[in-house]
């Protein structure tokens, strides 16, 4: 009862995290059309960050129903990664010359 | 745009073409913008440029018009501050070249008391607002 009560939480927490990855993606979309509308290299860098640490949600959240009984460490070392590649991206996209 | 540009044409320049300021110059008479819309041309030049900003050359491809046309229309889009020019280097030659965006976003024309007005809605994009933002860091 109380493991059930504890997944029910967590789903809830993760359907909500998705809420944020929405807004997140809009911004990657604003970047991917800055990119295109202006042909901008930055911009691209921009989009695949904001794709990769925001989109994430997504995927993870579908893999967590798959796979309930992965451990929660393996889960975060995964998200964890990407989350760095997505900022060296936005990094590497400010970096960058115009 | 790329770094290149800034060497042929003044940073300035540029941000003129940008600029807010667009937002308070004085609107073309309905007669004007109108004769415009109603043409072929012009509207595909809107139409295409929007989607992502174009040479005349580009233009041509797309238009089915002769290029001493479009070249009019595009100069009759400037007079209007319908359309913008910009200088980018070109992919293919290394050149520069001449590309054309829209400086429009929505046209509206009220009736109200008597009067008919034309008014001209030219908000910068969303997206095109946030690349300048990112370039200008």
């Known amino acids: ?98 | 745009m790329h770094s290149a540009s800034a060497d042929e044409v003044p940073i300035s320049n540029l941000t003129d073409l940008f600029d807010d300021t667009h937002t308070v110059s004085e609107d073309p008479d309905i007669e004007t913008v109108a004769g415009l819309l109603e043409d072929e041309t012009a509207r595909t030049i809107l139409t295409q440029t929007s989607q992502e900003p174009m040479s005349a050359r580009m233009l041509k491809q797309q238009c089915e018009a002769s290029g001493p046309t479009i070249y009019r229309r595009l100069e009759q889009l400037r007079e209007c501050d319908l359309v913008v020019e910009r200088t980018e280097p070109d992919p293919e030659d290394g050149h520069h070249r001449k590309v054309y965006a829209p400086n429009l976003r929505r046209v509206t024309v009220a009736l109200q008391d008597g009067d008919m007005t034309l008014s001209i809605d030219r908000r910068e994009d969303m997206s095109d607002r946030f690349t300048r933002l990112i370039e200008g860091m």
Request: hydrophobic letters at 55%.
């Open chain 1, 1 to 98: 009862m109380q493991t059930e009560i504890g997944n029910t939480a967590r789903l809830a927490l993760q359907a909500y995290e998705l809420v944020g990855a929405a807004f997140g993606l809009f911004i990657a979309y604003l970047a991917y059309r800055g990119y295109r509308r202006n042909d901008s290299r930055p911009m691209l860098f921009l989009a695949l960050g904001f794709s990769i640490i925001f989109g994430l949600a997504v995927p993870v959240f579908g893999l967590s129903l798959a796979f309930p009984a992965v451990s929660p460490v393996v889960s975060q070392i995964f998200i964890q990664t990407f989350e760095i590649i997505g900022f060296l991206c936005i990094i590497y996209a400010l970096r960058m010359e115009p």
